[in-house]
């Protein structure tokens, strides 16, 4: 039987990333996965192709409606070929889940395919791919498991029209009418994609704006640039059935005076949310405790109450995201290495990537208002910025929220070009407790989109901006 300083259970961003930090601190790694390939959801069939498939399908937008505004003339039909964009969505799935085996290669990690299950509390039973298996005992081990797609108890998937995040990356063809179940991230990126590509594109959504767990004020610039985008939106409207018949999906709902609406499409995604994922783990064989929905108890230091196993990710409390199992996972790693981490989960920031994108970090201003915290708000407009004029991307804005007392920037808040990779600098000046005044009195090169934020910084700094 092999033995092993830790086992980490899922290959997902939290588990490989888990597995490098250990084997870098000098502990003897085995990163055990169900599936033939590394990466998990996020690099398989989540965030990876689904920014693949984004980013397509804008080139293929931009060349039908964008391309005539800068001078570039197409002869002939723009044509489209979702074979050959799908094909290209799984080079760039296949050539990222290779780059996790070169790194676990380098980092001397042992990497065995199959269904991991707790025999113990130190012992493993792996069921290999190839039919044989396997026990290995383990000081440590890392439960990073992932999630899975929900639904809703009354659907049925059968996954050929009624579908999931899964399947709607993998089509055979442009659905004529795309119907939505969510209209949180999954299911807004999805529907831009389709959209762009010429489906018609219908959102339902229980709650009474699409992204509410962000701030209100970018559900309400997202929304208004989305329907400008041709999408449909029935908001604070609850589900009541979905049935097929042939080709067609019919999905009826109510709204708040209980008025049904029925809506037909050839496709339906079911996009409400994500599960923690444990089947097969058989973590009672160990002891672990498993909470009423369904996610790994751990405590502050991401331990199990069996103290030598721990959890991360989707598989525990807090954010499905991919960047908030990463750090969970070296935060693991540096715990088990006598180390002390920390982890703010304040500042681990959200992003939707549609076009015009959305991130956020900190608190938002509803979030502000429920806690009776006293605050300034200075906002700025992408639209004022030379850079969006000369780029076209003129949606969206920079909000900043700070301490009425103290200035210390408690919330940023954006929606435009690039603003993914902008929310960065918003993470960094929270980290060090930057105050509004400090950001506004940082030199932000010109032209670039990044001037939104020293310019929302001095919104919320007496409310002086340079250009707006």
Same mark, same amino acid.
């Given at each position: 039987?092999?033995?092993?300083?830790?086992?980490?259970?899922?290959?997902?961003?939290?588990?490989?990333?888990?597995?490098?930090?250990?084997?870098?601190?000098?502990?003897?790694?085995?990163?055990?996965?169900?599936?033939?390939?590394?990466?998990?959801?996020?690099?398989?069939?989540?965030?990876?192709?689904?920014?693949?498939?984004?980013?397509?399908?804008?080139?293929?937008?931009?060349?039908?409606?964008?391309?005539?505004?800068?001078?570039?003339?197409?002869?002939?039909?723009?044509?489209?070929?979702?074979?050959?964009?799908?094909?290209?969505?799984?080079?760039?799935?296949?050539?990222?889940?290779?780059?996790?085996?070169?790194?676990?290669?380098?980092?001397?990690?042992?990497?065995?395919?199959?269904?991991?299950?707790?025999?113990?509390?130190?012992?493993?039973?792996?069921?290999?791919?190839?039919?044989?298996?396997?026990?290995?005992?383990?000081?440590?081990?890392?439960?990073?498991?992932?999630?899975?797609?929900?639904?809703?108890?009354?659907?049925?998937?059968?996954?050929?029209?009624?579908?999931?995040?899964?399947?709607?990356?993998?089509? !055979?063809?442009?659905? &004529?009418? %795309?119907?939505?179940?969510?209209? @949180? +991230?999954?299911?807004? #990126?999805? =529907? /831009? *994609?389709?959209?762009?590509?010429?489906?018609?594109?219908?959102?339902?959504?229980?709650?009474?704006?699409?992204?509410?767990?962000?701030?209100?004020?970018?559900?309400?610039?997202?929304?208004?640039?989305?329907?400008?985008?041709?999408?449909?939106?029935?908001?604070?409207?609850?589900?009541?059935?979905?049935?097929?018949?042939?080709?067609?999906?019919?999905?009826?709902?109510?709204?708040?005076?209980?008025?049904?609406?029925?809506?037909?499409?050839?496709?339906?995604?079911?996009?409400?949310?994500? !599960?923690?994922?444990? &089947?097969? %783990?058989?973590?009672?064989?160990? @002891? +672990?405790?498993?909470? #009423?929905? =369904? /996610? *790994?108890?751990?405590?502050?230091?991401?331990?199990?109450?069996?103290?030598?196993?721990?959890?991360?990710?989707?598989?525990?409390?807090?954010?499905?995201?991919?960047?908030?199992?990463?750090?969970?996972?070296?935060?693991?790693?540096?715990?088990?290495?006598?180390?002390?981490?920390?982890?703010?989960?304040?500042?681990?920031?959200?992003?939707?990537?549609?076009?015009?994108?959305?991130?956020?970090?900190?608190?938002?201003?509803?979030?502000?208002?429920?806690?009776?915290?006293?605050?300034?708000?200075?906002?700025?407009?992408?639209?004022?910025?030379?850079?969006?004029?000369?780029?076209?991307?003129?949606?969206?804005?920079?909000?900043?929220?700070?301490?009425?007392?103290?200035?210390?920037?408690?919330?940023?808040?954006?929606?435009?070009?690039?603003?993914?990779?902008?929310?960065?600098?918003?993470?960094?000046?929270?980290?060090?407790?930057?105050?509004?005044?400090?950001?506004?009195?940082?030199?932000?090169?010109?032209?670039?989109?990044?001037?939104?934020?020293?310019?929302?910084?001095?919104?919320?700094?007496?409310?002086?901006?340079?250009?707006?």
């Amino acid at each position: 039987m092999n033995s092993y300083d830790v086992a980490v259970i899922g290959s997902g961003p939290g588990g490989y990333v888990a597995a490098i930090r250990c084997a870098q601190l000098g502990m003897k790694t085995v990163l055990i996965e169900k599936y033939s390939t590394l990466g998990g959801t996020c690099l398989n069939v989540g965030c990876i192709p689904s920014k693949a498939l984004l980013d397509s399908s804008h080139h293929y937008d931009d060349a039908l409606k964008h391309f005539e505004n800068h001078g570039i003339e197409i002869t002939g039909d723009v044509k489209i070929s979702l074979e050959k964009m799908i094909a290209r969505k799984d080079t760039v799935v296949s050539q990222t889940t290779a780059g996790i085996d070169f790194l676990m290669k380098k980092n001397k990690i042992e990497v065995i395919n199959g269904m991991g299950s707790f025999k113990d509390s130190t012992h493993i039973l792996i069921s290999k791919l190839d039919g044989t298996s396997e026990e290995i005992e383990a000081k440590s081990t890392i439960i990073a498991t992932g999630s899975k797609p929900s639904s809703l108890p009354f659907i049925t998937l059968d996954k050929e029209r009624i579908i999931t995040s899964t399947e709607a990356l993998k089509l !055979k063809e442009i659905p &004529k009418h %795309l119907v939505i179940i969510g209209g @949180g +991230v999954i299911g807004l #990126e999805l =529907g /831009q *994609v389709y959209r762009r590509l010429g489906a018609e594109v219908s959102v339902i959504e229980y709650m009474d704006r699409i992204i509410p767990t962000m701030d209100k004020a970018q559900s309400k610039e997202l929304a208004k640039t989305f329907k400008k985008q041709g999408v449909k939106f029935f908001l604070s409207h609850k589900v009541a059935g979905v049935t097929t018949n042939g080709d067609q999906v019919t999905v009826t709902a109510h709204d708040k005076k209980d008025k049904e609406v029925s809506i037909t499409g050839d496709y339906c995604l079911v996009s409400v949310g994500r !599960k923690p994922y444990t &089947k097969g %783990l058989k973590v009672e064989n160990a @002891g +672990v405790k498993i909470n #009423e929905r =369904g /996610q *790994v108890e751990v405590n502050d230091q991401l331990q199990t109450n069996i103290s030598n196993i721990y959890a991360i990710g989707d598989v525990i409390k807090g954010p499905m995201l991919a960047h908030k199992a990463e750090e969970e996972g070296v935060f693991v790693a540096e715990i088990l290495s006598g180390q002390k981490p920390h982890i703010d989960y304040n500042l681990i920031p959200g992003v939707v990537y549609t076009w015009p994108e959305v991130a956020s970090v900190g608190k938002t201003e509803e979030q502000l208002v429920e806690s009776g915290i006293s605050y300034k708000s200075g906002q700025f407009p992408m639209r004022a910025l030379g850079r969006s004029r000369a780029s076209g991307d003129t949606d969206g804005f920079v909000k900043i929220l700070s301490d009425t007392n103290t200035d210390e920037v408690l919330g940023v808040h954006m929606v435009g070009a690039r603003v993914a990779d902008l929310i960065a600098e918003a993470v960094v000046a929270m980290e060090f407790k930057a105050s509004a005044e400090d950001i506004s009195r940082m030199s932000h090169a010109h032209p670039t989109y990044a001037e939104a934020i020293k310019e929302a910084a001095l919104a919320a700094t007496d409310n002086r901006p340079l250009h707006s």
